[in-house]
C-alpha cells in the first residue's frame, strides 16, 4: 500500500505565498507523474500543476508564472511553491501519483489540504 501525506496549506492574505509538499512512502518501485490538483466548493477537481519522470512540466493556465513545480525523488516528494496568491486560488489542493510497486502501477491521491487565500 502506499500514501501520500500533504502538508503546508493555511491562510494567507492576497499576494501572500504558500508551499505545499507531498511525501509518497509504502511499497513504491518506482514513481511516475507526480502532481497537484485543486477543487473549490461547487466546483470540479482541476489540475494546478504535474511533474513527470522524464522532467517535464505543465501548468493551468491560471497559475502560470505565479506556482512552480518540483519534485526531489530521492524523498519521493513533489512541492508546489505558489507565490502571488489570489482569492480565486481558495480550494483543497490534492497530491497525485502514479505509483509502481514492481508489479502494478496505480494511482494515488492524498487527502487533501486547504489553502484559503483572503484578506
Known amino acids: 500500500q502506499v500514501q501520500l501525506v500533504e502538508s503546508g496549506g493555511g491562510l494567507v492574505q492576497p499576494g501572500g505565498s504558500l508551499r505545499l509538499s507531498c511525501a509518497a512512502s509504502?511499497?513504491?518501485?518506482?514513481?511516475?507523474?507526480m502532481g497537484w490538483y485543486r477543487q473549490a466548493p461547487g466546483k470540479q477537481r482541476e489540475l494546478v500543476a504535474v511533474?513527470?519522470?522524464?522532467?517535464?512540466?505543465n501548468y493551468a493556465d491560471s497559475v502560470k508564472g505565479r506556482f512552480t513545480i518540483s519534485r526531489d525523488n530521492a524523498k519521493n516528494t513533489v512541492l508546489l511553491q505558489m507565490d502571488s496568491l489570489k482569492p480565486e486560488d481558495t480550494a483543497v489542493y490534492y497530491c497525485?501519483?502514479?505509483?509502481?510497486?514492481?508489479?502494478?502501477?496505480?494511482?494515488?491521491w492524498g487527502q487533501g489540504t486547504q489553502v484559503t487565500v483572503s484578506s
Open positions: 497525485k501519483a502514479h505509483v509502481g510497486d514492481g508489479q502494478y502501477v496505480r494511482q494515488y
Open positions: 509504502g511499497s513504491i518501485v518506482n514513481i511516475g507523474t
Open positions: 511533474f513527470t519522470s522524464g522532467g517535464t512540466t
